[in-house]
């Protein structure tokens, strides 16, 4: 069952903040996110596993609570290469990742 | 490194014919996923290999879909009869495969099929 990701848009200036929230409903083994900007592939962003650890990418971060069976992706002082639509992707069982439908954000000058 | 390689990147045919997309991963990388990207189906997994052996096709959509894997550096997804609802890009991803499910996934520039 495909993840859920909320807000399904954000509207951002640059210099603000955002946070992007994924939640799934079955137990989860990895989260892993991604970016993808119009016309263009998705593009790995980082992985978290069970553990509850939070890793960072710029100043992109992320924290994985597998108790809650969720994670949260936070974009901090945001910049307009930021814009594009966020993806999680959740591992089960195997290797296989199911992903949600996607978080479009848009930044502005 | 080149990162994964798929061709054509776009393909327009009649409903119909068959359409072969091909893939190369990226070395060393020992799984293998084709994805399907529609606006209302989101990224949907159709099939992926681990070691060139498919794991789980249970994403692909009916026996219209095929897909091989016959070395570490190539794999062909194949529709035939193709249709009209088969109209999407698909992603061919690879990754490496380790104790706790994968690295991050490297995807490639996808193929935009159209079928009229």
């Known amino acids: 069952q495909q993840p859920v990701q909320s807000p399904q848009a954000v509207i951002l200036r640059e210099g603000e903040d955002a946070v992007i929230n994924c939640s799934s409903s079955?137990?989860?083994?990895?989260v892993h996110w991604y970016r993808q900007k119009h016309g263009e592939a998705p593009v790995f962003l980082m992985i978290?596993?069970?553990?509850?650890e939070q890793k960072g990418h710029d100043k992109i971060s992320a924290s994985f609570n597998e108790k809650k069976q969720q994670s949260s992706l936070y974009l901090t002082a945001s910049q307009l290469s930021y814009s594009g639509t966020y993806f999680c992707?959740?591992?089960?069982?195997?290797?296989?990742?199911?992903f949600g439908g996607g978080t479009r954000v848009l930044v502005k000058p | 490194d080149a990162g994964v390689i798929q061709s054509p990147r776009h393909e327009v045919t009649e409903m119909g014919q068959e359409v072969t997309l091909r893939c190369k991963p990226i070395?060393?990388?020992?799984?293998l996923f084709w994805y399907r990207q529609t606006m209302m189906r989101g990224l949907e997994l159709l099939i992926y290999?681990?070691?060139?052996?498919?794991?789980?096709d249970s994403g692909m959509p009916e026996d219209r879909f095929s897909a091989k894997m016959p070395n570490a550096s190539f794999s062909t997804l194949k529709i035939q009869p193709s249709e009209p609802r088969d109209s999407a890009v698909y992603f061919c991803?690879?990754?490496?495969?380790?104790?706790?499910?994968?690295?991050?996934?490297?995807f490639g520039s996808g193929t935009r099929l159209t079928v009229v």
């Open positions: 070395s060393g990388h020992n799984s």
């Open positions: 079955k137990a989860l083994y990895s």
């Open positions: 978290l596993l069970k553990g509850g």
């Open positions: 290999f681990n070691n060139n052996v498919p794991i789980d």
């Open positions: 991803a690879s990754s490496q495969l380790r104790d706790r499910g994968n690295y991050g996934y490297t």
């Open positions: 992707g959740t591992g089960t069982a195997g290797n296989k990742l199911t």
